[in-house]
């Protein structure tokens, strides 16, 4: 026997038993990603998370000391999370989403977008929605807080300060509206256009344009199934194109809204918190501050003093005693256990109520 059948031999046995410590290992590897997807599952957090994937394949990769073989490893890498995140889809799959509307609609589109295992669950208004995921209907909901145009969704913002779920990931869509009717209408024949109040301002000047009259709905494909419901050619609906061709509408004009870069934010809410981290992160806090001179200014500074950029701070009515307020934080930092606790401990100091609503490692755009 020569050195090379030697060194085939001695190759082939080093890989057979390489091999069965790699499928020891990649079984451990997928009962653990069980436990990552129920965790998942829990807290509204959707199996993709390319951040995370990066950071995995950057670290890993770097123990490689072969620099002609680090290529073929991240390629390895890179299967084995597909092969993790199939798994974890399937685990996943029939997750209840709760959302405001009837099918077709922006939010039903978002779930679909962040969940796409997931079952859509539709609710009347936010406050159904809200609730399903309150009392366990739902894992979790899906609901819109801001948009680029009209602004904040104040039933939502409520809802939010009063209830008791946390918002585990921000999510921005890029929203278009479109004027449907139905099969026999036309631009000529339609006299009305119903939507959702928010769909309405954001066409405001196109429906000016056309001397429509408009009327008000809770949803946009919920006036979309009316429509098609009345099938009168003088009444319009101005929707998605999901919502409008899940309706069996006639599509009459594209691309209506004002403003093209018209996007809606939807947050992600769960009963359980997301876990600290020590990565850099965004989060919510929820406060209100003592009637008092420059309380509000000494909250701000607060975040300031511990290192953090304060994104955006909005105000709403409390409800509960007249002319006060309640305020919605949004930061961006390294908010690790010890952190959080100084922060929350230094705005305790200066405010009445103080509440981390959410932690999530960056807005996506969906």
Same mark, same amino acid.
């Given at each position: 026997?020569?050195?090379?059948?030697?060194?085939?031999?001695?190759?082939?046995?080093?890989?057979?038993?390489?091999?069965?410590?790699?499928?020891?290992?990649?079984?451990?590897?997928?009962?653990?990603?069980?436990?990552?997807?129920?965790?998942?599952?829990?807290?509204?957090?959707?199996?993709?998370?390319?951040?995370?994937?990066?950071?995995?394949?950057?670290?890993?990769?770097?123990?490689?000391?072969?620099?002609?073989?680090?290529?073929?490893?991240?390629?390895?890498?890179?299967?084995?999370?597909?092969?993790? @995140?199939? &798994?974890?889809?399937?685990?996943?799959?029939? *997750?209840? /989403? %709760?959302? #405001?509307? +009837?099918?077709?609609?922006?939010?039903?589109?978002?779930?679909?977008?962040?969940?796409?295992?997931?079952?859509?669950?539709?609710?009347?208004?936010?406050?159904?929605?809200?609730?399903?995921?309150?009392?366990?209907?739902?894992?979790?909901?899906?609901?819109?807080?801001?948009?680029?145009?009209?602004?904040?969704?104040?039933?939502?913002?409520?809802?939010?300060?009063?209830?008791?779920?946390?918002?585990?990931?921000?999510?921005?869509?890029?929203?278009?509206?479109?004027?449907?009717?139905?099969?026999?209408?036309?631009?000529?024949?339609?006299?009305?256009?119903?939507?959702?109040?928010?769909?309405?301002?954001?066409?405001?000047?196109?429906?000016?344009? @056309?001397? &429509?009259?408009?009327?008000?709905?809770?949803? *946009?494909? /919920? %006036?979309? #199934?009316? +429509?098609?419901?009345?099938?009168?050619?003088?009444?319009?609906?101005?929707?998605?194109?999901?919502?409008?061709?899940?309706?069996?509408?006639?599509?009459?004009?594209?691309?209506?809204?004002?403003?093209?870069?018209?996007?809606?934010?939807?947050?992600?809410?769960?009963?359980?918190?997301?876990?600290?981290?020590?990565?850099?992160?965004?989060?919510?806090?929820?406060?209100?501050?003592?009637?008092?001179?420059?309380?509000?200014?000494?909250?701000?500074?607060?975040?300031?003093?511990?290192?953090?950029?304060?994104?955006?701070?909005?105000?709403?009515?409390?409800?509960?005693?007249?002319?006060?307020?309640?305020?919605?934080?949004?930061?961006?930092?390294?908010?690790?256990?010890?952190?959080?606790?100084?922060?929350?401990?230094?705005?305790?100091?200066?405010?009445?109520?103080?509440?981390?609503?959410?932690?999530?490692?960056?807005?996506?755009?969906?």
């Amino acid at each position: 026997m020569n050195d090379y059948e030697k060194n085939f031999r001695m190759a082939r046995a080093d890989i057979s038993e390489i091999d069965k410590e790699i499928a020891k290992l990649f079984e451990k590897r997928m009962k653990a990603a069980v436990h990552v997807a129920q965790y998942k599952k829990a807290n509204g957090i959707p199996i993709e998370d390319l951040v995370r994937e990066n950071q995995l394949i950057e670290a890993n990769s770097s123990l490689i000391e072969n620099d002609e073989i680090r290529s073929y490893y991240i390629n390895f890498l890179k299967n084995t999370m597909k092969l993790s @995140k199939d &798994y974890q889809h399937k685990i996943i799959d029939g *997750t209840r /989403v %709760a959302f #405001s509307g +009837v099918k077709g609609a922006f939010a039903e589109i978002a779930v679909k977008r962040i969940f796409p295992d997931a079952v859509p669950v539709p609710y009347p208004n936010f406050k159904a929605a809200y609730k399903a995921v309150e009392n366990g209907e739902c894992e979790v909901a899906v609901l819109p807080i801001e948009n680029s145009y009209e602004g904040d969704v104040a039933p939502v913002m409520d809802l939010t300060y009063f209830g008791s779920l946390f918002i585990n990931g921000v999510y921005d869509m890029a929203v278009e509206q479109h004027l449907f009717g139905t099969q026999d209408a036309d631009g000529k024949t339609i006299k009305k256009v119903i939507s959702h109040p928010q769909a309405l301002g954001q066409c405001a000047d196109f429906i000016e344009e @056309k001397g &429509y009259i408009k009327e008000e709905t809770v949803n *946009t494909a /919920v %006036a979309a #199934s009316l +429509v098609a419901e009345n099938n009168d050619p003088a009444l319009g609906v101005i929707c998605s194109l999901e919502a409008g061709n899940e309706y069996g509408l006639k599509l009459i004009d594209r691309k209506i809204n004002k403003d093209s870069t018209n996007t809606t934010r939807f947050a992600v809410y769960s009963r359980v918190p997301r876990d600290n981290t020590t990565d850099r992160c965004n989060f919510i806090v929820l406060f209100t501050v003592r009637d008092e001179a420059g309380s509000l200014g000494k909250a701000i500074s607060v975040f300031g003093e511990c290192g953090y950029n304060l994104k955006a701070l909005k105000s709403r009515p409390s409800k509960d005693v007249i002319w006060n307020y309640y305020f919605f934080l949004e930061g961006e930092g390294h908010l690790t256990h010890e952190a959080e606790e100084k922060m929350l401990s230094e705005l305790s100091e200066v405010c009445t109520n103080v509440r981390l609503l959410g932690r999530y490692p960056k807005e996506q755009i969906i």
